[in-house]
Every structure is written in C-alpha cells, then in structure tokens.
C-alpha cells in the first residue's frame, strides 16, 4: 500500500504553518504564564532559551520534599489491559464506584477471561455467568463496558474466580458490604451521558469537561457526534490491537477539532455575521492554530523516524521497520479519519500531522500512574488489632484469594502534561514525579527531592538514574537524545580520559 496521505500535499501549506515554526516566543511565553497561573502554582516560571531549549526553572526557594507541581493533563487515556484491573474517571482518572465494586467488577472480568472458550450469546458475553441473573442483565451498565474488555480479559493470565457467582454479583450491585470499606468511600460511577457504556466519570463535572474536550467526538454511544459510529469502533479496535498510542493521538484530533469550533463560534459571534464553513481562509486558519497551540508546545519528531529500534530488529532491517511504522500509522490515520473528519480541520487528519502527534507521546515523558485503593484497604485490614483483624479477615480473605497476586494493580496509562513535558532530564534531579497519599487522580505531581534555589533549574529523571553511564545513555536514546547533564559530562570525560589511558598503556597512544 502508498502510504501517501492526499491531504499532505492538499494542505501542504497549513501543515508547515501549524508544525513550522513553533509559535513567536512572546506567545509562548504568554502561554505558559497562563497556565501557570491557572494551575495555582507560581513557584515556577517556563524558559524557552536554556542549554536543552525549553526548561522549567524555580521561581522560588522550594524545600526538600516540598510540592513543585501539580500538573492536570492536556489529554490522558488509561492502557485498554487496565480496564480490566480498574474503573477509574475517564477525565481525572479516580477510582470511582467503591472498594466493592472495584473487587467485584475485576473478579466478573477475570471469570470473562476464564470463559473465553464458553459458549457466548451473540452480543459477546458469556451464558455461563449472565444467565443467572438474565433479568437484570440488560440494566447492568458493567455489561456493555465489558463487551469491549471482554477481548483483552481472554488474554488476562491466573483469572481464576474461585467465589460463587452470586457472591460476585451481590458485591457489584451493593449488597454485600466488606468491613470497613466505608473508610475508603470512592465518588459515584457516573456513565457516560453519551451512552457508550464504556467511560464512567467521578461526577457530573469530568462527564462534561470530558464531552466537551474530546469524548463528543470519540463516544461510540447513541448521542455521540461522530460521523459514523461503526468506522470509530473500527478505530478503536484497531488501536486496542495494535499500538494504544492511537487513542491518545484521536484525542489530541478531538480536542483541536473541538476548541476551534468553539473558538469560530465565538469568532462569528464577535464578527456577527457567518462565512462559508467550506474554505479555510486566513481567519479559519488563524482559528486552527489557536486550537492548536496547547499541542504545538510539545516537542515532536515524526513517530516513525523518533520511536527507537526494537531489540529483536536487526540494524539492516531498519527501513522496512520504519516504513512499517509509518503505514501502521497511515491505516488508524484512514479509520479516524472515516469516523470523526471535519473538512474545516483537514490539516489535521494528515499523515504529517498525525506523525507528529504520535511522535510528541513517543519522546515526553508520559505516564499516567494511580495507586489502588483496595491495596490501601487491604492493608488497612492487615493492620487492624486482633480480634477486629481476625473477623474482618473471615470476610476479606476469600476476596483476596480470589483476586490473587494482582490485587493491588494501580490504574496505568499515557498522557500528555503540558508543564511536565517541558522539564529536562537530569541523572542528577532535583525533583521527581512522585505521588503522594493524598495524590489520587491522574494529575503529575512533582516533588523537590533536595533544596532548589530561586533561578535554578526544575530537572526530573526520565529513567534510573542509579544505572552505570552507558545504560543510562542508551535508555535515554529510546527518548532520542544523548544526556548531557553534569553528571553525564563528568562521567563521559572520565571514561574518555581511562580510554586513553588504556591506549597508551598499550602502546596506542597518539603519534
Ligand atoms: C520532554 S522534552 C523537555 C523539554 C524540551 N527541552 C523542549 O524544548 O521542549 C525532552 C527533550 O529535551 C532535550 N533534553 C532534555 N534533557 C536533556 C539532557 N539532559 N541532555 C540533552 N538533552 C536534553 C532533548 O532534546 C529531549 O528530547
């Protein structure tokens, strides 16, 4: 297949607008000092000119341990697998619903993944555990949401429900309480207003911050505003089966597509009067980059040129690797495109432009981690005095039995953090992402791992920064670049010097 998007040559001007140059320092400057501001944290100030281009620097003395940051995301999505072991927010990324609910809903799915060979009515689930409760099952919101997971529960190792169903179920729907967990009370799950039965919300505010940023696009349900909900489920399976990167990238479309009909809105409004939709002119493209702004920040190269080569990939198989890359990119690119295409954005829906986006997660520092509550319940449990320990345990064991090694999975994901990608490596840092217990969505939290001075320079470690030198160097090349903090210049001149050292010992040396 030519991997040859026609919109790349139609839009060939817009896409070098919106990629080339990133936009005039002033408005950088201005963007960042708002985001700042709107994150209620002053302490830091973005500088566009330091020795690795943009860098995060401390506009205050922070003490040891102190918090740096708070970072929400720009866009996030939870790792598909993970669905299985968490029902967390799909805007803010909280467990939702309660420590029962979450133990229940994960035993239900493991005990999908176990039935994988069962005999299924048509809709996918498995007879074995719907039957014995066929009368509910149609209001059983959790049904729906696992169509969709049922594929990656049927490759979900050691799920072994050994607790009657009824014990499950009783579990998912509230009717039977563990001891204590009242101590743990989550928010409501709230379902998708889209009706899609697969996002669930914290409250009725993510619900709509999540439409209006990017679900109204990409809701597979009754109320979604895509073009064709059949070519987005095809996308998203797609996706699922191939790189999850692309939901992340569909996102990042949904929320340019959707700030920039907001923006035009309130453009016609002020403008009052209404143009041809049809013809991007230069307002309409002013408009576009706008909406696109929060995404242009980012630091990107075209995926399949930054995504580093496999180990089991042989150094002269390189091309065909990356050409591969590319078309994988080129085939979710054409189902996204049949499922949410707005003619007014069509930049956007280019190869060169979807590269780029996918390229920006590939080399930012991405993931999205949220501790387990019922890690912290059962703990909790685990240290009560007996005889309180003895008799909650006579409930909770057989629970904890059941869910095995993996009860403690924190939900897992990627997302884009607009402050947090803009701080440089050091295998020396300053600071870490580090959550702390009071840390419970999917926001970055940076923390001051030493005293920072007002003036100096906020630096993270994207990898183990306890590593000898080389595997730090070639960790860090999976980012696309060679490290050259202190540490790294030190060590590097260090291991030059005893190279040569060694050379001259044995006779090597210069001439
Ligand atoms: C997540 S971005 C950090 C923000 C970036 N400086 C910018 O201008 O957008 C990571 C990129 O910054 C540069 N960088 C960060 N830390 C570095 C280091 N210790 N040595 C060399 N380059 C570094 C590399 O180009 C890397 O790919």
Same mark, same amino acid.
């Given at each position: #297949?030519?991997?040859?998007?026609?919109?790349?040559? *139609?839009?060939?001007?817009?896409?070098?607008?919106?990629?080339?140059?990133?936009?005039?320092?002033?408005?950088?400057?201005?963007? @960042?000092?708002?985001?700042?501001?709107?994150?209620?944290?002053?302490?830091?100030?973005? *500088?566009?000119?330091?020795?690795?281009?943009?860098?995060?620097?401390?506009?205050?003395? @922070?003490?040891?341990?102190?918090?740096?940051?708070?970072?929400? #995301?720009?866009?996030?999505?939870?790792?598909?697998?993970?669905?299985?072991?968490?029902?967390?927010?799909?805007?803010?990324?909280? &467990?939702?619903?309660?420590?029962?609910?979450?133990?229940? +809903?994960?035993?239900?799915?493991?005990?999908?993944?176990?039935? !994988? %060979?069962?005999?299924?009515?048509?809709?996918?689930?498995?007879?074995?555990?719907?039957? %014995?409760?066929? !009368?509910?099952?149609?209001?059983? =919101?959790?049904?729906?949401?696992?169509?969709?997971?049922?594929?990656?529960?049927?490759?979900?190792?050691?799920?072994?429900?050994?607790?009657?169903?009824?014990?499950?179920?009783? /579990?998912?729907?509230?009717?039977?309480?563990?001891?204590? %967990?009242?101590?743990?009370?989550?928010?409501?799950?709230?379902?998708?207003?889209?009706?899609?039965?697969? !996002?669930?919300?914290? %409250?009725?505010?993510?619900?709509?911050?999540?439409?209006?940023?990017?679900?109204?696009?990409?809701?597979?349900?009754?109320?979604?505003?895509?073009?064709?909900?059949?070519?987005?489920?095809? &996308?998203?399976?797609?996706?699922?089966?191939?790189?999850?990167?692309?939901?992340?990238?569909?996102?990042?479309?949904? @929320?340019?597509?959707?700030?920039?009909?907001?923006?035009?809105?309130?453009?016609?409004?002020?403008?009052?009067?209404?143009?041809?939709?049809?013809? /991007?002119?230069?307002?309409?493209?002013?408009?576009?980059?706008?909406?696109?702004?929060?995404?242009?920040?980012?630091?990107?190269?075209?995926?399949?040129?930054?995504?580093?080569?496999?180990?089991?990939?042989? +150094?002269?198989?390189?091309?065909?690797? +990356? #050409?591969?890359? +590319?078309?994988?990119?080129?085939?979710?690119?054409?189902? /996204?495109?049949?499922?949410?295409?707005?003619?007014?954005?069509?930049?956007?829906?280019?190869?060169?432009?979807?590269?780029?986006?996918?390229? #920006?997660?590939e080399l930012n520092n991405l993931d999205l981690v949220v501790a387990s509550p019922v890690e912290d319940y059962f703990l909790y449990i685990d240290d009560l005095p007996d005889p309180e320990k003895g008799e909650a345990e006579e409930v909770t064991q057989s629970f904890l039995d059941?869910?095995?090694?993996?009860?403690?999975?924190?939900?897992?994901?990627?997302?884009?953090?607009?402050?947090?990608?803009?701080?440089?490596?050091?295998? =020396?840092?300053?600071?870490?992402?580090?959550?702390?217990?009071?840390?419970?969505?999917?926001?970055?939290?940076?923390?001051?791992?030493?005293?920072?001075?007002?003036?100096?320079?906020?630096?993270?470690?994207?990898?183990?920064?306890?590593?000898? @030198?080389?595997?730090?160097?070639?960790?860090?090349?999976?980012?696309?670049?060679?490290?050259?903090?202190?540490?790294?210049?030190?060590?590097?001149?260090?291991?030059?010097?005893?190279?040569?050292?060694?050379?001259?010992?044995?006779?090597?040396?210069?001439?």
């Amino acid at each position: #297949m030519e991997t040859i998007c026609p919109i790349d040559r *139609k839009c060939a001007s817009q896409i070098s607008v919106l990629l080339h140059p990133s936009p005039p320092p002033l408005q950088v400057q201005e963007y @960042f000092e708002e985001l700042i501001s709107s994150r209620q944290c002053r302490g830091i100030k973005v *500088k566009q000119n330091g020795e690795f281009g943009k860098g995060v620097y401390a506009d205050l003395d @922070f003490k040891e341990d102190e918090l740096i940051l708070k970072d929400p #995301m720009l866009v996030g999505i939870q790792h598909p697998s993970n669905k299985i072991d968490c029902l967390v927010c799909s805007f803010c990324f909280q &467990f939702i619903g309660s420590i029962e609910l979450q133990i229940g +809903r994960k035993l239900y799915l493991q005990s999908l993944g176990l039935s !994988a %060979s069962k005999v299924c009515d048509k809709e996918g689930i498995s007879k074995d555990f719907c039957d %014995s409760n066929s !009368a509910d099952e149609e209001d059983d =919101c959790y049904v729906k949401e696992c169509k969709r997971l049922r594929k990656c529960a049927s490759s979900s190792p050691n799920g072994k429900v050994t607790l009657p169903k009824g014990v499950v179920q009783s /579990l998912m729907n509230g009717e039977l309480v563990l001891p204590h %967990s009242e101590k743990f009370s989550l928010p409501p799950a709230i379902s998708c207003p889209g009706g899609c039965g697969e !996002a669930y919300y914290c %409250s009725k505010t993510c619900a709509e911050a999540d439409w209006e940023s990017s679900h109204s696009l990409l809701c597979t349900g009754e109320r979604s505003e895509a073009l064709s909900r059949e070519a987005l489920s095809k &996308f998203m399976q797609h996706a699922d089966e191939t790189n999850d990167i692309f939901l992340l990238a569909a996102k990042t479309i949904s @929320f340019t597509i959707l700030r920039y009909r907001k923006l035009k809105a309130a453009h016609l409004k002020r403008q009052n009067k209404y143009t041809d939709p049809v013809e /991007l002119d230069c307002a309409e493209l002013s408009l576009l980059l706008e909406a696109w702004k929060p995404v242009s920040i980012g630091y990107k190269r075209r995926w399949w040129e930054c995504i580093s080569l496999p180990d089991d990939v042989d +150094r002269s198989d390189e091309t065909a690797f +990356r #050409m591969e890359v +590319r078309d994988l990119a080129f085939t979710s690119l054409q189902l /996204l495109k049949a499922a949410i295409f707005d003619q007014e954005c069509e930049p956007l829906f280019s190869l060169e432009i979807y590269g780029n986006i996918i390229g #920006m997660f590939e080399l930012n520092n991405l993931d999205l981690v949220v501790a387990s509550p019922v890690e912290d319940y059962f703990l909790y449990i685990d240290d009560l005095p007996d005889p309180e320990k003895g008799e909650a345990e006579e409930v909770t064991q057989s629970f904890l039995d059941a869910l095995g090694d993996g009860y403690s999975v924190c939900c897992q994901g990627t997302a884009f953090y607009p402050l947090q990608s803009c701080m440089n490596h050091s295998c =020396c840092p300053n600071a870490r992402a580090f959550k702390r217990e009071e840390d419970k969505d999917g926001q970055a939290t940076i923390i001051a791992l030493r005293p920072i001075s007002k003036g100096e320079e906020v630096t993270i470690s994207y990898i183990e920064e306890d590593l000898p @030198f080389e595997e730090r160097q070639a960790l860090l090349a999976d980012y696309g670049f060679r490290c050259r903090c202190t540490k790294c210049l030190e060590e590097d001149t260090q291991l030059i010097s005893k190279q040569e050292h060694i050379k001259k010992k044995l006779g090597f040396g210069e001439v």
